[in-house]
Structures are given as C-alpha cells and as structure tokens.
C-alpha cells in the first residue's frame, strides 16, 4: 500500500526498517509533539519506535489499525504519521502528526482526506473520530476542513505530562 500525496510526499505502511528514520524525526520534533501527543516519554530509542511499528503491522494484518508514515520521497526522509489508531465495531479513530518543518504545505489534509476515502470504500467502517486537544487549533482545522462535525468537548480528558488537556471529538460519517 503506497500512495503519492504529492510529487515529492509518500504515504505507505511502515516496515521495520523504518525504525531508525522514524524515531530520528519524533526525537527531532518531540519538544513539538510533547504539546500535544501523550507518548513521547515512551518513545526514548530506535527499538521503541520498532515496537511501534511491530504494533502496526499487527494492526495491518488484524485490521484493527491502520498507521502510515509520510515520506520525503527525494531523500526517503520520514515526515510523519496518518492513520486509524483502532478500528473497531464499524468506528475509527484517526489521527495524524507532521514533522514541524513540513506543517503548512498542504500534506496533512491531503493525506487524510485520501485515507479517509479509503476506508470508507475498502472497509466496513461507518464513522470515523478525531479527538484532539481544544487549544490544538492546527488539528482542529484540519477536521473542520475535511468535514467532521463537532460531536463533543471532554474536560480534563487526558493528562499530559503535568496538566489535564480538554478533548474535542469530532465524527464524520460514512456517505
């Protein structure tokens, strides 16, 4: 599974030979990330992001989870992740994160907007969710711009490292 988002950005599933270029990213944003994702301290060395990518391709096979990585095509430089982090009784849950040098140009949405046709039309999903911090704004942006609707705000939904995070809940349905 392999798509081209643009002329220079890929979107394909991982492998375990991806681990050294992953974790090298999320060790490179992660004072970013740690904003707003909750497992950056779980996250300390190449074989953890192994395991992740093991956890993945289990996720491939099961079809419980869907993750992507983004790649720089050029120099096969990862850039992120976008994918359905369970998939579940016809519901996914998504979501997605973009090294902070390529943020803006577009490949975010592109690339959900594209995952999201496709597991609307490969599998029997029926609704998908996007949960993310209320004061997450580029995240937020993202889901309004593909056309989830505001389901919900959950308050102190997470604990993030030393403080409790509000949650939005977004839902999109299936056509």
């Known amino acids: 599974m392999e798509w081209h988002i643009t ?19 999320v060790n490179a944003n992660r004072n ?19 395991n992740f ?6 996720g491939y ?8 990585g983004i790649w720089n095509s050029l120099d096969n430089t990862y850039i992120g992740v976008c994918g359905f982090h369970t998939i579940r ?6 979501g997605y994160w973009l090294d902070s040098a390529w943020q803006g140009k577009g490949i975010i949405h592109k690339t959900c907007a594209l995952l999201l046709d496709h597991i609307f039309a490969t599998t029997d999903v029926h609704e998908v969710i996007i949960q993310a911090a209320t004061s997450n704004v580029r ?14 705000v959950l ?9 409790y995070v509000d949650h939005v809940i977004y ?3 299936k056509n």
């Not at 990518?53 to 289990?58: D, P, T």
């Not at 009784?89 to 998504?94: E, H, L, N, R, S």
Request: glycine share 4%.
């Open 32 to 50: 970013y990330l740690r904003e707003w994702l909750p497992w950056l301290d779980f996250n300390t060395s190449v074989v953890d992001s192994r």
């Open 53 to 58: 990518i093991r956890e993945a391709i289990q």
């Open 171 to 173: 839902s999109k349905r």
């Open 89 to 94: 009784d016809g519901v996914a849950k998504f």
């Open 7 to 25: 002329n220079d950005i890929i979107v394909r599933k991982l492998t375990i030979a991806d681990a050294r270029g992953i974790f090298t990213t």
């Open 139 to 152: 995240s937020r942006v993202i889901a309004e711009k593909l056309g989830f609707e505001l389901k919900e």
């Open 155 to 163: 308050h102190d939904a997470e604990w993030l490292y030393d403080h």
């Open 61 to 68: 096979e099961d079809g419980s989870s869907l993750h992507l």
